[in-house]
């Protein structure tokens, strides 16, 4: 099993340009997530779903879309890059039974926005 | 929501001393809390977990301690060793009942614990 990878591993963009991320996962794991990670201040969530064609928000979406078309795959998109949103990307899954609530993180994509 | 407080923020030991880290947490129905590594460069790894039932776990040389009256849950890392070096991070379970909270992670800032030989 390659668990959770995610594409591309590092990308630099120039302001108002355009990007997705895609975050891929082997586990049948029906909730996602999209963290953004920046020093000092731990791992923030942008967005996250809870199945199939579901998402929703979390603490820091503005600037960001997501779309869950298929289960194993969460899309993290950006319109219109800023440079506030240079950052570490890690996408996460997990199951929600009662026996497993962990998050199974992927390698991350290093974003620098010009 | 949940609001997770993590301290300190940077810790250095001595190989062979204990470290500590703590957390405190504001939602009373909060059910699970995990302490994730993450190493330079890598991705951040679930290392031990406690749920709201429990008082206390141990994997070997790693310690979860939980006060639920208080809301505050401890890492606890004896015999320390350099490659223990990382960063830890806490976080707190919403509870899924509670609207539409889902059951996300609410992560703490993070500690850096170096280890020094």
């Known amino acids: 099993n390659a668990g959770v990878t995610q594409t591309p591993k590092f990308r630099v963009l120039k302001t108002g340009q355009s990007m997705t991320l895609l975050c891929a996962q082997d586990?049948?794991?029906?909730?996602m997530y999209w963290y953004r990670q920046d020093p000092g201040m731990g791992l923030r969530l942008i967005h996250y779903s809870v199945g199939e064609g579901t998402t929703a928000k979390g603490e820091v979406p503005d600037g960001y879309n997501v779309s869950r078309l298929k289960k194993q795959n969460f899309l993290l998109g950006l319109e219109s890059a800023a440079p506030s949103q240079t950052s570490v990307y890690f996408c996460?899954?997990?199951?929600?039974?009662?026996?497993?609530?962990?998050?199974?993180f992927g390698p991350g994509t290093r974003l620098t926005v010009t | 929501g949940e609001n997770v407080e993590q301290h300190p923020s940077t810790l250095s030991v001595q190989e062979g001393d204990s470290a500590v880290i703590k957390c405190t947490y504001s939602d009373s129905a909060s059910n699970y809390f995990p302490w994730y590594k993450q190493e330079l460069g890598k991705r951040p790894q679930l290392i031990i977990d406690i749920r709201s039932n429990v008082g206390e776990k141990k994997d070997q040389r790693i310690a979860v301690t939980l006060n639920k009256t208080a809301k505050h849950f401890s890492l606890h890392i004896t015999e320390t060793q350099p490659e223990d070096s990382a960063v830890y991070f806490c976080?707190?379970?919403?509870?899924?009942?509670?609207?539409?909270?889902?059951?996300?992670?609410?992560f703490g800032r993070g500690t850096q614990l170096t280890v020094w030989p």
């Open positions: 586990m049948n794991h029906e909730y």
């Open positions: 996460a899954s997990s199951y929600q039974g009662l026996m497993s609530y962990e998050q199974y």
């Open positions: 976080a707190a379970r919403a509870n899924v009942n509670r609207g539409s909270t889902l059951g996300r992670l609410y």
